[in-house]
């Protein structure tokens, strides 16, 4: 790590990778965890287990899905 780097996010679009390996801190620094990690709802299982767990925010799909059909 560089001194200059003080916070890191990451995203991932079908989070199906095992998320215990992840530290639940949600204070931000890289020795300490991330400060954001968002996923889509792409994968049921994993949102159930990271919703409302700092640091990670689920991003819905259903708006972009919805406009892609036009419904």
Not at 44 to 70: D, H
């Amino acid at each position: 790590m560089h001194m200059e780097q003080q916070k890191i996010s990451g995203y991932v679009t079908h989070g199906s990778f095992p998320w215990e390996r992840f530290k639940w801190d949600s204070r931000g620094w890289p020795e300490e965890g991330l400060t954001y990690f968002w996923i889509t709802d792409s994968c049921l299982l994993t949102v159930k287990e990271v919703k409302n767990r700092p640091p990670f925010e689920v991003l819905s799909l259903a708006g972009s899905i919805a406009a892609g059909l036009q419904i």
